[in-house]
């Protein structure tokens, strides 16, 4: 594990510091995790440090710390990592308003499931990735320290190499707007010939119970995209396509989305409700895909549901 200087110096300093671990073998592990719990656990004003991973992880760590298990806490990533890469900047953030020290103090191993919901699809993985890159950001003013633990036999040399551009120290480290911007110049899949065009973010409840979503669901689901057109609209149309769980509506605007932390900051009071715009509806369908057009144009928010 490599952390910089200066990464260190903005711990001492209340600044996040976000380190990465990269591991083949649940000897390995322990070996990158050990110390850094022993840092934690040494750590002034600090509550306890934590481990989230897989539980076979867990079970090696608890084995090697001995009797200082009964310090620190464990939890299955499975519990942890329950939805979309936007869910869990949710979790993060509110794990750090019950349980951190102040100004955010901790120390957090943290591994996804890359065996689960992370690393089902290059997609997937990118959204994750992003969310790396954007936690330099979303959490720069905490004063947490966080070793994200990348096992090699789940994640795979692509997702490692991408996930070491998000990480401070790695050596090969990129500012978040310049990883973002390069995750977004993937283009997304061109809409089916096939489309609806829907008056109104008030329509979508209607179509998408046509496609077979049920009734709560298609509410949530108009919600969702009423929030995004309040936050960023006026919206030029608003084109649907696709089935039950997979409905899809994009948006596209008059303006630009210049913020590349729309949707990714959390609403001071923790809950997402619909004005909080593009955060409730991260937090509620499983793709937000924003994309800027030419300087001058609007941009498109695509929105699936399921």
């Not at 719990?37 to 989230?52: F, H, K, R, S």
């Not at 959490?139 to 190499?161: H, I, N, Q, S, W």
């Not at 046509?210 to 919206?235: I, M, N, S, T, Y």
């Amino acid at each position: 594990m490599s952390t910089s200087t200066s990464a260190r110096t903005g711990a001492a300093q209340g600044r996040f510091d976000h380190r990465m671990a990269v591991y083949g073998s649940h000897d390995a592990f322990v070996a990158a995790a050990l110390p850094f719990l022993a840092e934690g656990l040494a750590a002034p004003g600090e509550p306890p440090p934590v481990a989230i991973a897989a539980p076979g992880l867990l079970a090696a760590l608890r084995d090697a710390l001995g009797p200082d298990a009964k310090e620190v806490g464990f939890v299955d990533h499975t519990d942890w990592y329950t939805g979309t890469a936007a869910n869990a900047v949710a979790q993060g953030a509110g794990f750090l308003a019950a349980h951190a020290g102040p100004g955010g103090r901790i120390h957090l191993v943290m591994e996804p499931d890359w065996a689960g919901r992370a690393g089902r699809s290059a997609r997937e993985s990118a959204e994750w990735i992003r969310c790396e890159s954007l936690a330099n950001l979303l959490f720069a003013p905490f004063a947490t320290t966080v070793l994200c633990a990348y096992d090699t036999r789940t994640a795979g040399a692509a997702v490692v190499d991408a996930a070491r551009r998000a990480h401070p120290g790695s050596g090969v480290y990129e500012q978040p707007t310049v990883l973002v911007r390069e995750l977004d110049a993937v283009p997304l899949a061109p809409p089916p010939r096939t489309v609806v065009r829907l008056a109104a973010a008030e329509s979508v409840g209607a179509w998408s119970a046509g496609q077979g979503l049920a009734a709560a669901d298609a509410e949530l689901f108009a919600r969702a995209v009423a929030a995004a057109a309040a936050a960023h609209g006026p919206v030029v149309d608003f084109v649907a396509w696709g089935e039950a769980p997979a409905c899809v509506c994009e948006l596209r605007l008059c303006r630009a989305v210049a913020d590349p932390l729309a949707g990714f900051v959390p609403p001071a009071d923790g809950d997402p409700e619909p004005g909080h715009g593009l955060w409730f509806t991260r937090q509620v369908c499983a793709y937000v895909d924003v994309r800027d057009g030419a300087a001058g144009d609007g941009a498109r928010i695509r929105i699936q549901y399921g």
